[in-house]
């Protein structure tokens, strides 16, 4: 089995900006891994992240995500891989409040084109599963923060995407949710489910990652292999 990601030679700058933000990077992820990607400030993490979800272009360099090359699909297709093959996890949620816990789950799925009553069972099974079924009918303001990032995880998951991205998704919740968040990117990854994290909390990347790679301007200064423990 192939790579599900690769960057090759690759580099992100930005105008004015000096040196670039990121690389020259050359990185493979393998379908099933669990990579933590960690750093201090201004190390390249989160400008990582949004060339894997193609929400940036690289300035030179290949990015390739479950076999497409990303720096050359025009933004309609990339909106289309991201709502087809990306689940993305923020550390503010990112939830529309004018909407229900079940709505906010179904949105992505309805804009994929699934089937209304396979995007209901499928919102049903998600939040069933994250243990916030109960709050379907809720808006997203009247949730603990821990409960809003369960929601979260179940919209970046309804289309069974390829790959999950989370951006320091603990970063914003209290220690107990935060812990609660960490267990079910472990049962994530250990159902077989590819992650890649963002995080500065290096007790998290190694609870639930396989391997972590350490940036720091812009390039890799470690890239090891662990064992997750819970």
């Known amino acids: 089995m192939g790579d599900l990601i690769e960057l090759e030679g690759t580099t992100k700058g930005y105008d004015g900006a000096g040196a670039p933000a990121l690389g020259p990077l050359t990185l493979t992820v393998e379908p099933g891994e669990a990579l933590a990607v960690t750093g201090p400030s201004g190390s ?43 689940g993305m996890v923020f550390q503010f949620f990112n939830l ?3 909407l229900t816990v079940a709505d906010n789950v179904l949105l992505p799925a ?33 949730l603990s923060g821990g409960e809003r990032q369960r929601v979260a995880i179940a919209r970046a998951l309804v289309n069974r995407p390829a790959l999950l991205l989370a951006d320091e998704p603990t970063g914003a919740l209290d220690t107990a949710s935060g812990q609660d968040v960490r267990d079910l990117l472990v049962d994530l990854h250990r159902s077989g ?12 990347a190694e609870a639930c990652a396989s391997r972590t790679v350490h940036l720091v301007d812009g390039h890799v200064a470690s890239d090891q292999s662990v064992e997750v423990s819970r």
């Not at 989160?46 to 290949?62: R, V, Y």
């Not at 992650?195 to 909390?201: I, K, Y």
């Open 44 to 86: 390249g993490k989160s400008t990582l992240l949004n060339l894997i979800a193609g929400l940036d272009k690289p300035t030179s360099g290949a990015v390739t995500v479950a076999g497409l090359r990303l720096d050359r699909l025009s933004e309609r297709a990339l909106a289309r891989f991201r709502r087809e093959r990306i």
């Open 96 to 98: 529309l409040d004018d």
């Open 193 to 204: 489910q590819t992650v890649v994290l963002v995080t500065h909390d290096n007790a998290l």
């Open 110 to 142: 309805q804009l994929a084109g699934m089937a209304r009553s396979k995007a209901a069972a499928r919102t049903a099974e998600l939040l069933e599963t994250l243990g916030v079924q109960r709050q379907a009918g809720a808006y997203p303001g009247r």
